[in-house]
């Protein structure tokens, strides 16, 4: 079956950097495109970054561009999330996503937490 797990969140001060990870099994990953997703309390759920099945094209929210950068390694199944720049505006539980089929499978998410 599909599943996704993320780590790498935390607390980091303003101005600070971290590093997601998704790793993915259940699935040929690389012939998928992947997404990562953010929600914040009270907030509805929103899209933060995508990458193609080869990594050749990304995509970003006018939010995190310039900041955050995703990447994937089809080797090792994982698809990342660097993050810089930190803004308290950026703290929420991320989400890593794959279309698969016709549904769409997400992980149990990472909280990001950016306050000094």
């Known amino acids: 079956q599909v599943q996704l797990v993320e780590s790498g969140g935390g607390l980091v001060q303003p101005g600070g950097s971290l590093r997601l990870s998704c790793a993915a099994s259940?699935?040929?990953?690389?012939?998928?495109?992947m997404n990562w997703y953010r929600q914040a309390p009270g907030k509805e759920r929103e899209l933060v970054a995508g990458i193609s099945s080869t990594g050749g094209d990304t995509s970003y929210a006018d939010s995190v561009k310039g900041r955050f950068t995703i990447s994937r390694n089809n080797a090792k199944n994982t698809v990342y999330l660097q993050m810089n720049t930190l803004k308290p505006d950026d703290t929420a539980v991320y989400y890593c996503?794959?279309?698969?089929?016709?549904?769409?499978?997400w992980g149990q998410g990472t909280q990001v937490t950016v306050s000094s």
């Open positions: 996503k794959v279309r698969w089929g016709r549904l769409d499978y």
């Open positions: 259940g699935f040929t990953f690389s012939n998928y495109a």
